[in-house]
């Protein structure tokens, strides 16, 4: 599975302040997928959509 999303997306992620049944968030989700190879962090996609970590 990928999850990608942007730190500000509002659509993808609503605020904690609403009630639990139109709450979402991308990052409860993911903590929420069991297994250990989990890849965190900040990519950008190449045109040919290689994607390459931001150091």
């Not at 989990?38 to 150091?55: F, H, I, Q, W």
């Amino acid at each position: 599975m990928l999850i990608v999303y942007g730190a500000l997306d509002k659509q993808a992620n609503s605020p904690a302040t609403l009630p639990a049944v139109a709450h979402f968030s991308v990052p409860d989700l993911y903590k929420a997928i069991a297994g250990s190879q989990k890849r965190a962090g900040s990519y950008v996609r190449d045109p040919d959509g290689e994607l390459t970590p931001l150091v």
